[in-house]
């Protein structure tokens, strides 16, 4: 079957090629429509086996099914991201040279699966063949949460770098104002970078730890008087909760400009706690960040020191304290680099219970993102409650606003290069695809029109075979890993 080849990026005459090597001039008169853009992601959380595994020391087969099942389940909900929590407190779940395996993994901490395989590993392969982004999910400080059973391992931080760690109430953690802290979690962060094909790399919202109490009731205050003293006997002229709120910013800013110097088509998100000071905007009251875990957050946006910035938004939309529309207009507000703002969601809070909520609330949450200018996409917490389909949840994502596919919007400032437009063929029901140009596409974009009506579906660009159902008209494009596109190419029947 001959078919003709229109590479359209604009609406002006292209150069048409039949498979038989004809080629003639073919007027354009119909613009590509646009990819559809939107961040769609889910956290999969490790620590206390939230998501994964079910269970600890589970044998390796039902661990890989069981992650397997996650990332399924995330392409069937038409999802483009996963963010996979690696890290959960100075552990690993990922073959790490500077840390122990997690014992939310094999039940014990320091050991290895058997047989071994590696988590992290199998899931960027397995993501990847689906056409999904896989996000390495750090705690750069929590180095021993209150869930862990097993005995602490002779490689665990706090037996071989006893000198950064402190014990804060029911946790051990890495002082942050230590410049020593800074270095390590830098070090173990950009080891994975270097050595593992990941998307990104994300950090949530714990920096120094939520304030704990001790058995008269008392505040403890984060154990850093050396640190302190030896910061002051140096010159050192900030003040204790500025000098904090300091030691965390340079980490963040350390973080960013060691991946944009390695591999800067990786992408640095954070997910901070969703309220960075009461009053910001007027109306909204609970809990600071800046003051209680000296975490500036909106610094960090405004300096670019992020690609993507998920604030966690975990508060209903009518809850006029902490409205959710208007946390998120005032965060795209604080956004004056055009960073990625792809807020966080408390999608877990679907139970039953009249303190909880019914899953209409995450899909008017979803509109409110789409109805913000400046916010490009959301991230559910957490991918339980989508395997678990609670009231209907993932049926409802599929029906409803993910019932196409999407691309994460780009990230421009991470490369200006646009991959060339690819070399496609029809045959029947099926497409060929391959890069041209010396391009290392991502994805390709199939958009199909059928009966006035265009859909939209992606491919790894490692498949380079793509059917499609009966179309009067196909048009396809390569992204790379930033999220910049091909020129269009309009195939024509």
Known sequence: MRSRILIAATAACALAVGLAGQTTQTPNTREAPPIPREFRAAWVATVANIDWPSAPGLPVA????????????????????????????????YASKYEPWSEYLTGVSGKA???????????????????IELHAWFNPYRARHPSAKSPVPPNHVSKTRPEIVRTYGKHLWLDPADPRTRKYSLDVIMDV????????????????????????????????????ASYRASGGKLSRDDWRRDSVNQFIASIYGAKQALKPHVKFGISPFGIWRPGNPAQIQGFDAYAEIYADSRLWLQKGWVDYFTPQLYWAIGRPAQSYPVLLRWWAEQNTLGRNLWPGNFTSRIKDGASNWAADEILAQIQA???????????????????????????????????????????????????????????SDTLRIEPAGGSKPWLWVVQTRAQGKWQTRTAPATQRTVSIRRADEVIVRAVDRVGNESPAVRVMP
Not at 62 to 74: C, F, G, H, P
Not at 113 to 131: F, N, S, T, V, W
Not at 212 to 222: C, L, V
Not at 376 to 391: E, I, P, T, Y
Request: proline share 10%.
């Open 113 to 131: 699966p058997d047989p071994p395989y590696d988590p992290l590993q199998l899931a960027i392969e397995e993501a990847h063949k689906r056409g």
């Open 193 to 228: 970078v270097r050595r593992y094909d990941v998307d990104g790399i994300h950090l949530d919202d714990y920096f120094y730890p939520y304030k704990e109490k001790d058995a008269q009731g008392r505040i403890i205050d984060f154990p850093d008087d050396r640190t302190w």
């Open 62 to 93: 039902q661990q890989k099914a069981e992650l397997v099942r996650i990332i399924d389940t995330a392409a069937a909900l038409k999802l483009n991201a996963l963010i996979f929590q690696v890290r959960p407190a100075c552990d690993a779940l």
């Open 369 to 427: 993102t789409r109805d913000q200018p400046g916010a490009g996409g959301n991230v559910h917490f957490s991918m339980r409650v989508l395997l678990r389909n609670l009231d209907g949840i993932a049926d409802k994502l599929k029906q409803g606003p993910y019932a196409d596919h999407a691309v994460p919007p780009a990230s421009p400032w991470l490369s200006t290069v646009h991959p060339s437009a690819p070399r496609v063929q029809r045959q």
